[in-house]
Structure formats: C-alpha cells, structure tokens
C-alpha cells in the first residue's frame, strides 16, 4: 500500500464511529469520502430501502444525534444545519452505499473503507488478545504471590533458633534400677 493510500485509510479511519456497539461512518462523511452530496446518498438509500436492512444503515435518535451535535459543533437547528437526524452506515452499510451510488469514484473509496473497517477490526482483536494475556499474568503472579509468601514462612521459620536443651550443672545420679 503506498503512502497516499495509507493516508487515506487512515482519514477513513478516524471518521468511523461506534454508535449502538457498532462501527459505523456517518452519511455526510460516506458522502464526502465518495464526492457525492449527501442529499444524494441518502436519497439513493431511501429509493434502494430493500438494499439497506438495519444492520447495514440506521438514523440516528434524536438524543444520538443531539450528543453528537455538542461533540462536533455542528450549526444548530434553523441556522444552516441538517434539519433530520444523520444515518450511520456499518461497514456492508457503506460497501451497498458505493453500489448504489455506481460512480466511479464511489466504488474506488469503498476499497479504502472496507480497509478502514478491517484495520479496526484487527486493532479491536489485538486488544482483546493484550486483554486476555494480562489477565493470565495478573492470575499466574496472584498464584505466584501466594507460593512465596509460603517459601517465607518457611524461611522464617528456619531462621528462629531452636531451643537447645540444656544440661544441669552439677552431679547427677545415675537413675538406680529397683529390684522388686
């Protein structure tokens, strides 16, 4: 993959968004990626619905749409604004987006999606697999923590002298056998 291509993948990539335990791309940066205005997208998703089932697209609620608002700062209702609730596209959201678009620069930009989605998908996978090997460590040293606090106790215990038994100073008699 060349530099330019990398580059790309990765704009793609910090655009992606988890909503709803999902990955997805909002419609006005799927348009962008693909040079086509949003009006259009969304409008060709609502002529092709049978195309895209809720796992593929869905619209954001009005509370989604409100955090999102305050997250980036976008032009308040009645000002120049969007006047629905943006739709969010998972990654076959995205990828039936550039056939229904069919222009040439759409189904181009879709291969750099998909490889956004992927490299995610990826990054997610090693986190979990990091995840999972702590959690051994952290169980192997709860064990170990345990196997040398007994090795130190053994050690103290060897370390405390032991109580020499001591001789009487002086005479003693012989114990004398009684004959009966």
Known sequence: MSKRQSRLTVSVESRI?????????????????????VRHLNQQVKRNVERFPSDFTFQLTAKEDTALRSQFVI????????????????????????TVLNSKRAIQMSVFVVRAFVRLREMLSANRQLAAKIEELDHRLGTHDDAIQELMDAIK???????????????????????P
Do not use: W
């Open 17 to 37: 968004l988890v909503l709803r335990h999902h990955k997805v791309i909002l419609d006005t940066d799927l348009a962008e990626l693909y040079g086509v205005p």
């Open 75 to 98: 032009s308040k209702k009645g000002r120049g604004g969007r006047r629905y609730s943006p739709y969010a596209f998972t990654e076959h959201g995205a990828i039936m987006a550039a």
């Open 157 to 179: 215990e060897l370390m405390i002298p032991e109580e020499k038994s001591r001789h009487k100073i002086g005479f003693q008699l012989p114990s004398a056998k009684r004959e």
